[in-house]
T-cell receptor, first 115, second 116 residues
Framework: DVKVTQSSRYLVKRTGEKVFLECVQDMDHENMFWYRQDPGLGLRLIYFSYDVKMKEKGDIPEGYSVSREKKERFSLILESASTNQTSMYLC??????????????FGPGTRLTVT | AQKITQTQPGMFVQEKEAVTLDCTYDTSDQSYGLFWYKQPSSGEMIFLIYQGSYDEQNATEGRYSLNFQKARKSANLVISASQLGDSAMYFCAMREANTGGFKTIFGAGTRLFVKA
């Protein structure tokens, strides 16, 4: 089974703190994604990466950065957390090729609260 | 412009009955994929079913089927013989091939409650 793990299920941080959310996948997938999920808005893509050290902005990259130093690990960084970044964060991965068009595997999510 | 619309924030269905969750989409791309995901209260997103824009037949996966009406740009999910474990949030999503398949657009979701 494909496994995507995220470092924390719940996280509470203070405004202005630097926050790292870690995601690891064990299926040698080329592509990795970070989404945030908010009620009534569904999931929105923050950043994605299609290779090591490669990254592309999604729909809502402002206030976030990412790092992919190893194929299996994709980190989301909040340089200075703000209360409007309180949300559920979901990581996903997929292989390349035609299956990438429909098969994304998701982690369990990290519920981040910024106070 | 919103590209995926799920007009039912919440729905109830009696156990063992069928239920249809609505999804409409908007795209000018000819090649795209449509998906449904289930998110139980535990939080993980579970892939349910996929329909390609060029697929002529509606996709089916066990108790799930996707009612694809291309001209109407709708991709409704039908769950037959609902079970209590089907209670969850359901998201409709689309990927357009012109984005390399990397960008997925999600609807706001429909929360399904299955009554015993």
């Amino acid at each position: 089974d494909v496994k995507v793990t995220q470092s924390s299920r719940y996280l509470v941080k203070r405004t202005g703190e630097k926050v790292f959310l870690e995601c690891v996948q064990d299926m040698d997938h080329e592509n990795m994604f970070w989404y945030r999920q908010d009620p009534g808005l569904g999931l929105r893509l923050i950043y994605f990466s299609y290779d090591v050290k490669m990254k592309e902005k999604g729909d809502i990259p402002e206030g976030y950065s990412v790092s992919r130093e190893k194929k299996e690990r994709f980190s989301l960084i909040l340089e200075s957390a703000s209360t409007n970044q309180t949300s559920m964060y979901l990581c996903a991965s997929s292989s390349s090729g035609t299956r990438a068009l429909y098969e994304q595997y998701f982690g369990p999510g990290t519920r981040l609260t910024v106070t | 412009a919103q590209k995926i619309t799920q007009t039912q924030p919440g729905m109830f269905v009696q156990e063992k009955e069928a239920v249809t969750l609505d999804c409409t989409y908007d795209t000018s791309d000819q090649s795209y994929g449509l998906f449904w995901y289930k998110q139980p209260s535990s939080g993980e997103m579970i892939f349910l079913i996929y329909q390609g824009s060029y697929d002529e037949q509606n996709a089916t996966e066990g108790r799930y089927s996707l009612n694809f009406q291309k001209a109407r740009k709708s991709a409704n999910l039908v769950i037959s013989a609902s079970q209590l474990g089907d209670s969850a949030m359901y998201f409709c999503a689309m990927r357009e091939a012109n984005t390399g398949g990397f960008k997925t657009i999600f609807g706001a979701g429909t929360r399904l409650f299955v009554k015993a």
